[in-house]
């Protein structure tokens, strides 16, 4: 690994190639872990509720088998089918057998994925808090979208992101305190929870999941509680513009609900990235 100190941009090109072919594994993961949870909850109900007579699944899935196939003619997908985004472009976006449509998401998150990890390797540089920040990254993705197409945000992913954030902190990998790391995600998670209960009791309806209130513990572990007042400030900002947009485009009413979660991520990913330089033109705008 000392190629990467003598040659930090070796480092930069390492990570946005490995983002790129993460990319791609997660677009299996935001596919298949809501499917996953889904055969699990089945399979509780039809052990504790047999009185219902709920049809055990007999279904096996996880994030390796069965192997990938089309959408629409189940056809295996060939490992020449897989290169992330290269493979897409060849196909034009089409299947080699039956040529039906390949959703263009897929090329996208490989792309995003790359590009996201193209800016922490360029900010942090190679070391054991920027290499962490990868996966940090990662998950935030596959979370973001799993939030976005089932309004779901499983434990699988935030509460292993929030033990890591305390676990670097511990082994002072983090520039975080383990102390800021631990008030980080008791005060995320209180803060949101706090929220929830004070308007479900004054309105009689559920604002958020508890989902949400898991993630931003786990961005509190990771970026310490000095980043939550603005993380939840600018998650709020943004998801209020773009719930608006989404609410407008699609014709919906204020009540209907959408994901949070997104828009925490977005946040934390920012304030990880650029907090401090956030932060410094805030303060230098309010001294004058």
Not at 13 to 30: D, H, K, R, Y
Not at 106 to 128: D, N, Q, R
Not at 190 to 199: A, D, N, P
């Amino acid at each position: 690994m000392d190629v990467f100190i003598y040659y930090p941009w070796l480092f930069v090109v390492f990570a946005t190639v490995f983002g790129l072919i993460v990319g791609s594994f997660l677009n299996v993961v935001i596919f298949r872990l809501p499917k996953m949870m889904e055969l699990d909850w089945r399979r509780e109900c039809a052990e504790y509720f047999p009185e219902y007579k709920i049809p055990k699944p007999t279904e096996t899935l996880t994030l390796s088998k069965p192997n990938s196939t089309c959408q629409s003619c189940k056809t295996p997908i060939r490992i020449i089918d897989n290169i992330p985004v290269i493979s897409w472009l060849l196909l034009r976006g089409r299947c080699h057998k039956c040529k039906s449509k390949i959703s263009p998401r897929y090329p996208l998150i490989e792309t995003l994925t790359a590009i996201l990890c193209y800016l922490v390797a360029t900010h942090f540089g190679f070391s054991g808090y920027g290499v962490a920040l990868l996966f940090f990254t990662f998950v935030l993705i596959a979370a973001t979208f799993i939030d976005l197409d089932t309004m779901l945000l499983p434990d699988q992913l935030t509460l292993p992101l929030m033990w890591g954030g305390i676990a670097l902190a511990l082994f002072e990998i983090s520039p975080v305190t383990l102390q800021d790391s631990v008030i980080g995600a008791m005060a995320g998670y209180l803060s949101l929870w706090s929220i929830y209960w004070g308007f479900k009791l004054l309105t009689g309806k559920e604002g958020m999941g508890y989902g949400d209130f898991k993630l931003l513990a786990a961005l509190g572990a990771w970026l310490g509680w000095q980043a939550l007042p603005m993380i939840i400030l600018l998650s709020s900002v943004v998801g209020l513009i773009f719930g608006i947009i989404q609410l407008r485009l699609q014709k919906q009413g204020i009540e209907k609900a959408f994901p949070f979660g997104p828009y925490l991520a977005i946040a934390g990913w920012v304030a990880m990235l650029w907090g401090e330089q956030i932060l410094s033109v805030y303060w230098g705008y309010v001294l004058g």
